[in-house]
């Protein structure tokens, strides 16, 4: 007996039009109306923005090239001959928290003795005194919608400040795909507090080296969901073929395929024979100078050895290297 597993689905608290529910998905984006409709309460999510697409199709294909001209071993015909083939604009989720946070504290602090004499001496008088004072700060917490998945997004810095209310109509008119966060609410708001306490215990610890107390107020004054957008670009160069991720709102490549051109892989693969060779080299001298044996000598060689196939040879047989910021 064979058990079809329906897909499952959720009911927009908007415009009630019926979506499917990805997986791990702890918000849903409607595709419709684009509300954003959180499974945890039931409830929609007001506070939804986004980012604008402003660099796009012919755009891309100036940027990439323009980026990777910096990199050695690009062949220096590659941006006439690159052919790009396939543009995905993916709309990746963040949460965003902007929090004031006030702390008081006290604890203990260390000086120098001001006996100290004015004549150089070896040993300094390290003395402590109580220590009180407050922190005032506004900070803004950009936490990404998954946890393991799309690392290379992770730690972008965001421009927050242009962000503009979710507008599902200005991503289908870009081909774009919404991405719906792993990360829920609560989970997000947790992590967040959590970086601005420790931002204000590393501050502390500049004034003094010891904690007896503390009194936190950490008081969340914005907060949103937000999509940004970002260009997963295919591109060929003769029989190779390549891949670049670049933020589409700021154009801004964050990383990028790129063939090794024939003269670089040439010297790739001498630099290669040249340190084997030299390598040899010193295993014999080692033998002869400390009258080590030759099996010991063959277990340090096979290690090094096989260190210079997987980083030096990796690159000359693949044709193929990553440059990213």
């Known amino acids: 007996m064979t058990v079809e597993r329906q897909s499952k689905k959720i009911t927009c608290g908007y415009c009630q039009a019926e979506n499917n529910i990805p997986p791990f998905a702890s918000v849903v984006t409607c595709e419709f109306c684009g509300t954003a409709n959180e499974l945890q ?22 940027l ?29 989720p963040f949460w965003m928290f902007k929090f004031n946070g006030h702390t008081d504290y006290q604890g203990i602090g260390k000086y120098v003795s001001p006996n100290q004499g004015s004549h150089w001496s070896r040993n300094i008088n390290i003395l402590t005194r109580p220590e009180r004072g407050s922190i005032d700060l506004d900070q803004t917490c950009l936490i990404f919608g998954y946890k393991e998945q799309h690392k290379e997004i992770r730690d972008e810095k965001i421009p927050v400040g242009s962000k503009e209310a979710f507008d599902i109509n200005s991503v289908n008119k870009e081909g774009g795909q919404i991405y719906d966060t792993e990360i829920g609410y609560n989970e997000a708001y947790a992590i967040a507090e959590a970086q601005v306490k420790n931002r204000h215990n590393q501050l502390i610890f500049r004034e003094i080296s010891k904690i007896k107390g503390i009194k936190q107020d950490i008081d969340m004054k914005e907060v949103s969901y937000l999509h940004v957008p970002f260009y997963r670009v295919k591109y060929n160069y003769g029989n190779w073929e390549g891949e670049a991720l670049v933020d589409a709102a700021r154009g801004k490549v964050l990383r990028a395929e790129y063939p090794i051109s024939r003269t670089h892989r040439f010297w790739g693969m001498m630099s290669v024979i040249i340190g084997l060779a030299l390598i040899a080299l010193a295993v014999i001298f080692i033998i002869d100078t400390f009258s080590l044996q030759w099996e010991i000598a063959g277990y340090v060689a096979a290690v090094v050895f096989g260190g210079l196939l997987i980083f030096g040879l990796k690159e000359t047989f693949t044709k193929k290297k990553v440059a990213a910021e």
């Open 41 to 62: 309460t039931g409830k929609t999510f007001q506070n939804h923005h986004m980012l604008n697409v402003y660099f796009s199709g012919s755009e891309l294909t100036e």
């Open 64 to 92: 990439v090239p323009q980026y990777l001209s910096k990199f050695v071993g690009v062949p220096s015909d590659f941006a006439d001959k690159a052919v790009f083939k396939d543009f995905e604009l993916r709309m990746m």
